[in-house]
């Protein structure tokens, strides 16, 4: 009979040695054995077995123990808290057979010689052996223990890792999942630890963790030790990488991002006391982002690889060595949430009421919830929290699980989208709110509120309990749309949400939704900031590009970034941008825009659209959107990025227009650029076939050609019976410009609102031959819903 392995080294491990060393552990292996030459680093160490922990058990007599104390909970004659105690209370008084303990020791001290220090600071990690697969996940459920050293201490954290195996929350999971306490084995995996406790550490996933999409690599990251971030008690920065650009290494397809507040960090302890501690960080580091493009980039690029060796997305750990300054990757596991979800299935949600905003965070998921808040300090205040309740707590850890099972949203003060919070509300599929800063001060014990995660990344409590609507969908049953579908975009943050639905692409995306909602500011107040004379404007305008050199900077990459997004969500299909479109009235709201613009009686037909492109008036700001499209085509990489021009009002105009975008390096045909405008004056209708001449295709803004047909200001309550899309002169001038468009090989579409207000407005552009329809998502599958029904006639 063969002798039981109880320590095995980590480059012998492989995904076939689950059973014997846990999900954490074999995967470990798995990579250095097959990552190493496309650069994934991981840190060397090795894993005591199960039979390692079975031998432990028996050594201590444990099993009757366990089976007794557990067959207690079953029964309910002993509390899950005294059960969990006792059992681990059992493991902690053991000692380990002499021989698995001379392994271990043995095994340290090869280590140490390994790395050549002989008081090698250690991770010590659980890895139970149904760990991390997709059907026995739950986030946290053993313990971890960093920055132990010698063997002494390396023994004593072994013995912590196998009582873990019975904490309350691991209990009570396999208790509702139906697994045996005593058929499961608990293997502790022993790495070099990596030092990033003077440098930076956290998690990433090769997916968007709240929509599945699945062209992202979401990283997540903090100074000092990661445990922070996976425990939630830290705000990280939050960085999105769009995954088919890293193909190209000249470009840099970073698509977002966020600073974190990033308030604390943990760091290695001194000798003789506990082995870490959290401190509070300095300004200079909540305000700093923790990586730069090449880190964010290699991170993105081992997720990609080890995405692709595992053939299924991926949750990682990663940490910075402070010494080296190289990366490694210290844990990676399968994602168990979207990665599970039917790929065309998913619900839809839509605020129907308004109400005062109560407080502010990060967004998980994309659902709606309302209910009664329970402000809680512990979860051992669970029988204040009655089912569908809000739970609204400074931040959650697995101690919190049968509170959060109960809820119907999640709101907490701290932690980021890896946040223990941010993990568990996922797999519950429940709303939560995570970093809100203030959300336990904000609302009240008893407040009925309504949490809404629909409204893109910033998730929103509402005062009072708000209408909503709930759709299920399935896009795999709908059917096929007669004519090329597309949806409108803005909000770059919910842009994700909509990958799923059956469209070609974006056929309206608003620049001027990124510029007042993200950037804020007049972009003359930025190229012309020595002019701004507003002192409040000014103060604000250096507060919001701290940070930035040349504050023209500041337009360009929130603005680049923001298209970007939105095309990445299409991508290869073709997005849409309309350069900015602002009136005068709207631009002078943004902050320093006052001095910057011109009273006029009547903005919508005033200095607005191409008029302001080649304008000495407006034209250093103009250079800064085409600055903005050409980071975001040609760096960023997102070159399905089609430009498009809004109120055109001539053909000399146009060309006019066109020389200045050449200028700015953005030519017609020039890398596959493709150049489109609005039709929305009746003169681009009279005149199409001139404008087709300078443009690849036409889009139907049908609120302003309405207008202008008729005559009637779209705005006006007065004339509100009179503005209709539908009306007889519009639909022959729609028409007309369809018929001219295609005699001269250009392509017609439409982007107003009227298709997702009236089907038989939608069904009206199919039969006249128009080439796209663009909708507001939320109306695409009604649109289809109905298409099915004619058809079905």
């Known amino acids: 009979m063969t002798e039981p392995l109880y320590v095995r080294w980590l480059e012998d491990l492989d995904n076939d040695d689950v059973s014997s060393v846990g999900g954490k552990n074999a995967s470990l292996g798995e990579m250095i054995g097959n990552l190493r030459e496309q650069g994934v680093r991981v840190p060397g160490g090795f894993a005591t077995t199960a039979d390692a922990y079975r031998a432990f058990v028996a050594h201590n007599e444990l099993e009757d123990t ?22 681990r209370e059992a493991f902690r008084h053991g000692e380990f057979p002499e021989d698995i303990e001379g ?23 659980s890895s139970a052996t149904a760990e991390d697969l997709p059907e026995a996940s739950f986030a946290g459920q053993q313990e971890t223990f960093l920055n132990i050293r010698g063997g002494d201490d390396l023994i004593d954290a072994c013995r912590k890792c196998y009582a873990s195996l019975f904490t309350d929350r691991a209990l009570n999971y396999r208790e509702h999942r139906g697994f045996d306490h005593l058929e499961l084995a608990l293997s502790v995996g022993v790495q070099k630890m990596v030092g990033s406790d003077k440098a930076c550490a956290g998690v990433m996933f090769s997916l968007d963790t709240d929509t599945g999409f699945p062209d992202v690599v979401v990283i997540n990251a903090t100074w000092g030790l990661g445990e922070t971030v996976v425990q939630g008690t830290v705000d990280p920065d939050e960085y999105r990488v769009f995954k088919p650009g890293l193909e190209n290494k000249d470009q840099v397809p970073i698509l977002s991002k966020k600073c974190g507040s990033k308030k604390e960090k943990m760091i290695y302890a001194s000798r003789g006391s506990a082995p870490t501690r959290t401190v509070n960080t300095k300004k200079a580091e909540r305000e700093t982002l923790v990586l730069g493009d090449d880190d964010i980039l290699t991170l993105a690029r081992w997720a990609v690889s080890i995405e692709k060796h595992y053939h299924k997305p991926m949750d990682m750990e990663w940490a910075k060595d402070s010494e080296s300054g190289e990366l490694y990757c210290v844990q990676a596991r399968p994602e168990t949430v979207h990665s599970q979800k039917q790929s065309g299935a998913f619900k839809s949600y839509r605020l129907e009421g308004t109400g005062e905003v109560l407080s502010r965070g990060v967004a998980i998921g994309e659902s709606i919830a309302a209910g009664r808040v329970r402000v809680l300090d512990s979860p051992k205040e669970i029988d204040r929290f009655e089912d569908g309740d809000v739970l609204v707590t400074e931040r959650t850890d697995p101690d919190w699980g049968p509170v959060m099972k109960r809820a119907m949203a999640i709101i907490t003060d701290h932690g980021g989208r890896t946040s223990h919070a941010a993990i568990v509300s ?36 509402y005062e009072g309990i708000l209408e909503y609507e709930e759709k299920d969908i399935d896009t795999e049953d709908l059917p096929e749309a007669p004519v090329e579908l597309m949806i409108n975009l803005a909000a770059p943050d919910a842009a994700f949400r909509w990958w799923r639905l059956p469209v070609r692409g974006v056929g309206l995306a608003r620049m001027e939704f990124i510029i007042n909602n993200v950037i804020k500011i007049h972009p003359l107040a930025l190229a012309r900031f020595d002019e701004v004379e507003d002192r409040k404007a000014r103060k604000r305008i250096e507060e919001l590009t701290a940070g930035y050199e040349d504050k023209t900077g500041y337009f360009i990459e929130h603005l680049s970034r923001g298209i970007a997004m939105i095309a990445a969500s299409q991508y290869p299909d073709p997005v849409i941008v309309r350069m900015s479109d602002f009136k005068t009235n709207e631009y002078a709201k943004l902050i320093g825009g ?46 399905n990025i089609v430009v498009m021009l809004p109120f055109v009002r001539n053909p000399r105009e146009a060309d006019r ?13 020039e890398d596959g650029l493709q150049l489109y405008m609005m039709c929305e004056i009746p003169s681009n209708v009279f005149l199409a076939e001139q404008f087709a001449e300078r443009f690849d295709g036409f889009s139907i803004g049908s609120n302003d050609l309405t207008q202008l047909v008729l005559g009637v200001d779209r705005d006006s309550e007065e004339l509100s019976e009179l503005f209709d899309e539908r009306d007889e002169a519009v639909k022959t001038a729609i028409v007309q410009v369809i018929e001219k468009a295609h005699q001269s090989g250009c392509k017609v579409g439409i982007c107003g609102q009227a298709p997702s207000d009236y089907p038989d407005f939608a069904q009206f552009l199919v039969d006249s031959g128009i080439d796209s329809i663009s909708l507001n998502p939320d109306s695409v599958l009604d649109i289809l819903e109905i298409w099915r029904e004619d058809k079905s006639r």
């Open 426 to 461: 996922r797999e519950l599929g429940v709303p939560a709110v995570v970093g809100t800063g203030s959300g336990t001060r904000d609302l009240k014990d008893g407040q009925e509120v309504t949490v809404s995660c629909a409204e893109g990344s910033e998730g929103r409590i």
């Open 657 to 669: 227009v066109i020389e200045v975008m050449a200028e700015h390096g953005l030519r017609r045909g």
């Open 594 to 639: 006052d001095q910057f613009e011109p009273r006029e009686e009547n903005p919508m037909l005033g200095f607005r659209g191409a008029s302001r492109y080649y304008s000495d008036r407006y034209k250093d700001g103009f250079a800064l959107e085409c600055q903005a499209v050409k980071k975001a085509r040609e760096e960023i990489g997102l070159d």
């Open 66 to 87: 366990i089976r007794e104390l557990t067959e207690a909970l079953a029964r309910e004659e002993k509390s899950l808290k005294q059960v969990g105690k006792d059992i």
């Open 103 to 125: 392994a271990i020791r043995d095994a340290y001290e090869e280590l140490a010689a390994r790395n050549e220090k002989k008081d090698l600071p250690v991770a010590v990690r």
